[in-house]
Every structure is written in structure tokens, then in C-alpha cells.
């Protein structure tokens, strides 16, 4: 199963960009959804993710206030708006989906919880 990601690009210090991950139906429908990233020569890690329902969303500390993640169930999208961009955002960006059929409200972070990647998207933030 393949997640589509798209929106990554180069953008200043400052600035904004806004990440797509697009999922099959039957897969988007039962998950969580998450987006991580990796830096070069470090681990991937926990960005933020919502739930099913979206009634839920946890963030990594060094993005709460700038980032968003939103969901739209009907276009079985995810969606990362990113702003205030700073060099240390600059990053792979992956979306990840998890199947919470029987845990609707808890909020998974580590990267062996989800099954499902997508290819990846580059940001680069220049100063």
C-alpha cells in the first residue's frame, strides 16, 4: 500500500508550505494518520498525528504553534500546514498511517507503529 505525499519544496526562513498525503480508501477510513521526518545522518522522527476521527492531535514540542495537521475523510487526504519555517524544519517529511479500528483516541508516536509509509517529501528551509 502506497501513501502519496506531495507539497515539499524549498522556502525561506519564515516561510510556509503545506504537505498533501493522499491514501486508498480502505485504508484512510480505519488509521491514524501521521507525518514524521528525517534530517540527514539522524533518526526519523515524530512530527505530529490526528485520529481517525480527528478529534485527536498530538505534536512534537518544537513545532506546536506552527504546524497544523487536518484531515479531510472525504478526499482521504492529510493534510501539514507548516508555518514560520525555520532551517531546523528542514527535512524528509514522510506520512504514515496506522489502523486504530479498536483505539480510535489514543495517539501513537514511534515510527514502528505505523505500517503504512508514504515516499517521502522533501522541505528545505534556507536561512
Known amino acids: 500500500v502506497q501513501l502519496q505525499a506531495s507539497g515539499g519544496g524549498l522556502v525561506q526562513a519564515g516561510g510556509s508550505l503545506r504537505l498533501s498525503c493522499a491514501a486508498p480508501?480502505?485504508?484512510?477510513?480505519?488509521?491514524?494518520m501521521a507525518w514524521f521526518r528525517q534530517a540527514p545522518g539522524k533518526e526519523r522522527e515524530f512530527v505530529v498525528a490526528i485520529t481517525r476521527s480527528g478529534a485527536n492531535t498530538d505534536y512534537k514540542d518544537s513545532v506546536k504553534g506552527r504546524f497544523t495537521i487536518s484531515r479531510d475523510n472525504a478526499k482521504n487526504t492529510v493534510y501539514l500546514q507548516m508555518n514560520t519555517l525555520s532551517p531546523e524544519d528542514t527535512a524528509v517529511y514522510y506520512c504514515?498511517?496506522?489502523?486504530?479500528?479498536?483505539?480510535?483516541?489514543?495517539?501513537?508516536?514511534?515510527?514502528?507503529?505505523?505500517?503504512?509509509w508514504g515516499q517521502g517529501t522533501q522541505v528545505t528551509v534556507s536561512s
Open positions: 480508501g480502505r485504508i484512510f477510513s480505519r488509521s491514524q
Open positions: 504514515a498511517a496506522k489502523d486504530t479500528i479498536l483505539s480510535n483516541n489514543r495517539i501513537y508516536t514511534g515510527v514502528s507503529d505505523y505500517m503504512y
